[in-house]
Nanobody, 119 residues
Framework: QVHLVESGGGLVQPGGSLGLSCAAF????????MGWYRQAPEKERELVAT???????KYADSVKGRFTISSDNAKNTVYLQMNSLKPEDTAVYYC?????????????WGQGTQVTVSS
């Protein structure tokens, strides 16, 4: 089993910055990719950004140029730096990890952390 611990999030004014982090714990043999998704009220969960173990990144068009995803593979931790935040970035942000454990290879999800952008 893999347990994800998210931190960061909170309330920020439009134009402000916020950082999220997510650490994976457990009997992890390897992690193929890590990422962040978000879900706003009454909307579907959507991809924000992902990063592979090799460092390849992918971003939603709505966050390109404003958000930066990074990772520390030695610590099984993924980060999301969010700049120039907009009210439409308000959502619950979920960490996602695709990890291998003995006998399994699957997605794991964090509990979610609220990001609110408001004046």
């Amino acid at each position: 089993q893999v347990h994800l611990v998210e931190s960061g999030g909170g309330l920020v004014q439009p134009g402000g910055s916020l950082g999220l982090s997510c650490a994976a714990f457990g009997n992890i043999l390897g992690i193929n990719a890590m990422g962040w998704y978000r879900q706003a009220p009454e909307k579907e969960r959507e991809l924000v950004a992902t990063i592979t173990s090799g460092g390849g990144t992918k971003y939603a068009d709505s966050v390109k140029g404003r958000f930066t995803i990074s990772s520390d593979n030695a610590k099984n931790t993924v980060y999301l730096q969010m700049n120039s935040l907009k009210p439409e970035d308000t959502a619950v942000y979920y960490c996602n990890v695709f990890a291998a454990t003995p006998g399994s290879r699957r997605d794991y999800w964090g509990q979610g952390t609220q990001v609110t952008v408001s004046s």
